[in-house]
């Protein structure tokens, strides 16, 4: 008989202070266990939100990662903290940039989350806590999404009349289907981990 209790993951965050203080993506090359390329998304003290500095050092990773010639095998994202992934774009960066500054800042999510997408290695989103907004459409891009206990995941900004602009309204259908998709995407409401299997 098949048992049918939940089997809950448990999910290891790496300590702020044991990572740069400047870099707000860390990569970890974990040769223990094979290899493995764990990119940590490291801004604690602003809920993991995706700022223009942010992206660009996640870029470098994922460039240095399609030419890594030590044949990573795969990337795990994850985050610094075990109470929040990724509360999504940096809303406070986002308001003082023009239209155009905005324009540029959501082109670029795109590539980005794109680039992580289309690595040639297998690439696991390690989520506990807050996936919002850009931090769900990110975990969306990876091939599998480890989801804690705790894990929520939301797309708040449609309550602010903002459309997720990353690809989460492609991505998200595929993963959990067009029902599921719809109800998160309209009514903007946070979903638990149980909502994306």
Do not use: W
């Not at 209790?5 to 044991?18: A, D, G, M, N, T």
Request: aromatic share 4%.
């Amino acid at each position: 008989e098949k048992d049918t209790e939940e089997e809950e993951v448990e999910l290891r965050f790496h300590s702020p202070e044991l990572l740069e203080e400047d870099n707000e993506i860390d990569v970890t090359t974990a040769e223990s266990i094979g290899k493995v390329a764990i990119l940590i998304l490291n801004r604690p003290k602003a809920a993991n939100a995706m700022g223009t500095k942010m992206l660009m050092q996640l870029n470098d990773a994922l460039l240095s990662l399609s030419n890594d010639e030590t044949k990573v095998r795969c990337v795990v994202l994850t985050s610094c903290s075990p109470k929040v992934f990724s509360a999504g774009a940096d809303l406070k960066e986002r308001r003082q940039m023009t239209q155009e500054e905005a324009a540029a800042f959501v082109t670029m999510l795109r590539s980005t989350f794109d680039a992580m997408e289309v690595l040639s290695v297998p690439v696991i989103a390690a989520v506990e806590g807050v996936a919002l907004g850009g931090g769900l459409e990110i975990a969306l891009t990876a091939d599998i999404i480890v989801a804690g206990k705790n894990a929520k995941f939301g797309l708040p900004e449609t309550g602010l009349a903002i459309i997720p602009g990353a690809g989460g309204t492609q991505r998200l259908p595929r993963r959990v289907g067009v029902a599921r998709a719809k109800d998160l995407i309209y009514t903007g409401r946070d979903a638990k981990k149980k909502a994306l299997e």
